[in-house]
């Protein structure tokens, strides 16, 4: 935790709505004159602050109406769509060894065969998405731990996209207002030369990293780097599962 918010919830759910906040702070500050700078930078954060504030948990929400549609159109979510046999991203033998790990750690009883997923791919796909959510989650649970510090800030770079492209037409509104606001300001003898630059290049950056090609490398970068620490989960709950087949052994 940084504070009262963690890393994820400051550069995935807040940093798309400081970005908003940076163009209205830009548009704000262009009609305050630059010989007034100790009150430019006041405004400008104050502005930044409460932007911020406001939308977090909107943008939050946003990403997450976007997420499942852009899923299905895509196949599946990615870690879920990267552990059926017909994906090819992951090699046949690493998948074999992927799907015995994930047994022997307990995050499901079985992983279903080639044959049992094409007589039944909607019933195999249980299997898979419940291993997908079990293996995301234990990693959340380590993110402060080697490899699984890499995976989390995949998680955040995925969070970020995903929630910017969510707000994407807002955010977009939001920076031709300020564009509007900023260049206004050259009719009444200011000189905003700085400010209509950065709300441009905040535009650009929006359009570049909000897009929906870009939020699937993220999400396949994630979900790849999150298959590839499957070794390195402890084995607790190979331990407990091992116990649990014991016990049943012993009362039959």
């Excluded at 630059?34 to 930044?48: D, H, Q, R």
């Excluded at 977090?56 to 997450?64: E, H, M, N, S």
């Excluded at 955010?171 to 905003?192: G, M, T």
């Amino acid at each position: 935790m940084t504070g009262l918010i963690d890393r994820y919830t400051l550069l995935a759910r807040v940093g798309p709505a400081v970005l908003v906040g940076m163009a209205a702070c830009l548009a704000v500050t262009a009609w305050i004159p630059f010989a007034e700078w100790p009150f430019k930078l006041a405004a400008g954060t104050t502005v930044i602050a409460i932007v911020a504030m406001v939308l977090g948990q909107l943008v939050r929400d946003a990403g997450k109406a976007i997420e499942k549609p852009l899923w299905a159109k895509w196949g599946g979510p990615p870690t879920a769509r990267m552990l059926r046999h017909r994906d090819e991203t992951v090699r046949p033998g690493l998948k074999a060894s992927l799907h015995a790990r994930v047994v022997e750690l307990g995050f499901v009883e079985r992983m279903p065969t080639k044959q049992e997923e094409e007589q039944d791919p909607i019933g195999s796909e249980i299997f898979y998405e419940t291993c997908s959510d079990r293996l995301r989650n234990k990693a959340l649970e380590l993110k402060a731990k080697s490899p699984f510090d890499v995976v989390h800030q995949e998680n955040i770079s995925y969070g970020f996209r995903r929630n910017l492209l969510g707000i994407r037409p807002y955010a977009l509104c939001a920076v031709a207002i300020s564009l509007i606001i900023a260049a206004a300001a050259l009719l009444f003898d200011r000189h905003p030369y700085f400010e209509i630059g950065g709300i441009s290049l905040i535009g650009a950056a929006i359009l570049a990293s909000a897009n929906e090609n870009a939020l699937k490398r993220t999400a396949d970068n994630y979900s790849e780097r999150l298959l590839n620490a499957v070794d390195a989960f402890p084995g607790a709950a190979r331990t407990t599962n091992a116990a649990r087949g014991n016990r049943r052994g012993q009362e039959s």
